[in-house]
């Protein structure tokens, strides 16, 4: 196991709600990615933390917002919910920035918008 | 065109057959390269890095050809262990901030039959 954990394992939501998943990442990691990944797609970069500041963000709309902890433990939470963000959520974890690091991916987060 | 572009498959092979995946990038940018494994409803784990010498981790050999910006997956003696989808990453800049994201084919799913 990547000792990357991920909170809740599946989630029903109705559109316009709020959800917030929660991310663990590995023992001495200092840096999260999260991704999407719908049904028979790869998984879409969303945005990465660094030492509690966001380092990067791919193509999302604002709704989708994050946090990361001083435990470096970090949060994704997305407003205003569509039935399109159905998917799978997951983080991953690594050592730095540098782009050459092995990230560890956590086992997801499963969302359902009705 | 998509980032990372590769053969959506699937494919089905016998015990003990050889199998190669293809992978093509846009970005010329990209510093490091990976192929992860993922099995159905569970999280992408690392399979190998790629590097330009090319690489082989028992039965797998990996090669990445910077110039065409081609990427390939050679499994040998297919094992029904090997049944899963196999994306293609790519490490590339991110337009926003310093960070580098993984970018993600969108998977080759591959089925290897008694």
């Known amino acids: 196991e990547t000792g990357v954990t991920q909170s809740p394992t599946h989630l029903i939501k109705t559109r316009g709600q709020q959800v917030t998943l929660r991310c663990s990442s590995q023992s001495g990691h200092n840096t999260v990615s999260w991704y999407q990944q719908a049904l028979g797609q790869g998984p879409q970069f969303i945005f990465q933390?660094?030492?509690?500041?966001?380092?990067g963000r791919g193509n999302f709309p604002p709704r989708f917002s994050g946090l990361q902890f001083p435990n470096y433990s970090s949060e994704l939470n997305v407003n205003a919910l569509e039935l399109d963000d159905s998917a799978l959520y997951l983080c991953?974890?690594?050592?730095?920035?540098?782009?050459?690091?092995?990230?560890?991916f956590g086992p997801g987060t499963r969302l359902l918008v009705l | 065109r998509k980032e990372v572009e590769q053969d959506p498959g699937p494919f089905n092979v016998p015990e003990g057959a050889t199998v190669a995946f293809n992978c093509t990038y846009s970005n010329s940018a990209s510093q490091s390269f990976f192929w992860y494994r993922q099995d159905c409803r569970k999280e992408p784990k690392l399979l190998m890095s790629v590097y330009s010498s090319g690489n082989e981790d028992g039965r797998f050999t990996a090669q990445l050809n910077r110039a065409s910006q081609y990427i390939s997956l050679l499994i040998r003696d297919s094992k029904l262990s090997d049944s899963a989808t196999y994306l293609c990453v790519v490490n590339m800049p991110i337009s926003s901030g310093s960070a580098r994201q993984l970018t993600f084919g969108s998977g080759t799913q591959l089925t290897v039959l008694p």
């Open positions: 933390y660094y030492r509690e500041e966001e380092n």
């Open positions: 991953a974890s690594s050592l730095g920035v540098s782009g050459g690091e092995t990230q560890y």
